[in-house]
C-alpha cells in the first residue's frame, strides 16, 4: 500500500504567576482528577537521566530553556494539555526549537538531581516548587531560576502567548502583565470552522470518488489559519469537488463509518490511523487506501497540488510527491500562469515574514 506523510483575551494571571501559598497541613494538589483519562506523555519529551543541572546545561548549550512539566495519572487537564494544545504543529515547532522538556511526576519517587546539583525525588521537587496544580509547567534560565510557570490548563493561544514570552527572553526586561498588556492572544473559534465543500454525510466507505478527510478540534489556531489563508481560496475550493469531503474533530466521539465500513468515534478512528495534528488533511483513493497525508501547515500552491496529485490519479504513475511539485511548478511557469490566481501570499502575507 502506498502511502505518504507530509510533515513539514488574556491569560488567566493565576495562570502564569507564583500560585496561592497553601498550608503546611495541606500540601497536595489541588487539582481534581478523575480515573478516566488515561494519556501518554508525547515521546519527543526530552530523554532525560533526571539531573536537571545537567539538562539546564544543555539546553543552554543549544541556546534553549529548560522546562519542567509537572503531571500525574488520570489527570484529565494534563490530558488536554497533550492531546489539544501539543498537537497543534506551531506549537510543537515552538517547543522543537527553543525548548527541553522534562517530565516529572508529582507524586514519583524516582531519584532526581536538583537545579541545585541535590540528590531528591520527583515528589519533593514538586513540594519545594509548591507544584499545587497540574500540569503545572515551569520555564527556567541559563541560572536555573523560574521565570514563567503555568499552573493548570490553559488554551493553544495563552500557550503561544507564553512561549514568544519565554523564548525571545523578554522576561529579562519587561514583567509577565505588561507583556500581556501588548500581546494579547487573536481570538479562536469555538467551533469548528465551516467550508462549502464538506458534506454532512461521514461515510467514508462508499465506492466511486477519492475521499478528504479533515481531522481538526476546536479552539486550534492552526485550524483557523488553514481555513482562512488556504481554504477560502477558489483555487483551493475547486480541486475539492473530486473529492468525498468529511470534516472530522479529532476529539469527538462523532460516529464516522471507515473505509472498511466499520462504525468507530471519530477520536477513535483518529486514534487508530495515527492522526497526531489539528488539522491534518487524510487522502484516500476511491477505494478507501489511504495515499497521502499533510501533518503541516501547507500554503495554497501545495495544497493544490496535494489534491490534484490523488484526484488526477498522478500518484499512479509518480510515487513521489515532491517530484510531481517540482513538475506542476515547472509547467505552471512555462505556461506563464504563475501569480494568475490568488494564493496564500496574496491574503495571509505575515506568514512569509
Partial sequence: MLRIIITSCFIALSSLTSPAIQSAETPEPVQQVTN?????????????????????????????HLVVFFWQDFCAYCKNTIEKNLTQQSIRDVF??????????????????????????EKEIARALDVQFTPTIIFFNADGEPVLRLNGYVSPNEMQVALNYVKTKTYESQSIFEYLAANQPRAVNASLNTQPFIQNDTNLSAQGKPKAVLF????????????????????????????????????????????????????????????LYAPSLVLFDPDGTEIIRVESQLRSFHTEAVLEYIAQDIYQREPNFQRYIEERGDIIRAKGEQGKTLSTRDICPELYE
Wanted: charged share 30%.
Fill in 36 to 64: 478516566f483519562d488515561s494519556f501518554e506523555l508525547p515521546p519527543w519529551f526530552k530523554v532525560s537521566f533526571l539531573d536537571l543541572s545537567e539538562d539546564n546545561l544543555e539546553a543552554t548549550d543549544a541556546n534553549k
Fill in 96 to 121: 522543537d526549537q527553543h525548548f527541553d522538556v522534562v517530565a516529572l511526576n508529582i507524586w514519583g519517587d524516582k531519584e532526581v538531581y536538583g537545579l541545585d546539583g541535590e540528590a531528591t525525588t
Fill in 216 to 275: 481538526e478540534q476546536t479552539n486550534c489556531p492552526d485550524c483557523d489559519t488553514f481555513h482562512r489563508c488556504v481554504l477560502s481560496l477558489d483555487a483551493v475550493r475547486e480541486r475539492f469537488e473530486p473529492f468525498h469531503t468529511v470534516q472530522l474533530d479529532m476529539w469527538s466521539r462523532t460516529p464516522v463509518t471507515t473505509p472498511s465500513g466499520t462504525v468507530k468515534a471519530a477520536r477513535d478512528y483518529a486514534r487508530e490511523i495515527n492522526v
